[in-house]
């Protein structure tokens, strides 16, 4: 079972960046993903990097603000996340699927089998 574990989020100012890490105990060369979910809000996707090809996946929400990218080591993924805005306060989640194959298509949480326990992102006016 793969363990996942984010680090990197907090508090910051509306325009502020943060970087978030994704730490996972074993290669993964799945599918792999960020999610978040605010208060009364479903969780969803907002980056996914499949494996092989590296292609990217953005909410349109995100686009030109965020990046997603994983460490040579295959073991660690982060979110660059930069311009944040108050909408994008929320719990964010790694996650990875469990079964090999492109990310394309599947932004579902329910395509996603292994996840962190999240990190939160606070952002103030």
């Known amino acids: 079972q793969v363990q996942l574990v984010e680090s990197g989020g907090g508090s910051v100012q509306a325009g502020g960046s943060l970087n978030l890490s994704c730490s996972a105990s074993?290669?993964?060369?799945?599918?792999m993903g960020w999610f978040r979910q605010a208060p009364g809000k479903e969780r969803e996707a907002i980056a996914t990097l499949s494996p092989i090809s590296l292609n990217t996946y953005y909410a349109d929400s995100v686009k030109g603000r965020f990046t997603i990218s994983k460490d040579i080591d295959k073991r660690t993924l982060h979110l660059q996340m930069n311009n944040l805005q108050y909408d994008d306060a929320a719990m964010y989640y790694c996650?990875?699927?469990?079964?090999?194959?492109?990310?394309?298509?599947?932004?579902?949480?329910?395509?996603?089998?292994?996840w962190g326990q999240g990190t939160q992102v606070t952002v103030s006016s």
């Open positions: 074993s290669y993964i060369y799945n599918c």
């Open positions: 996650a990875a699927m469990s079964v090999s194959g492109s990310c394309y298509g599947r932004t579902h949480p329910r395509f996603y089998t292994h």
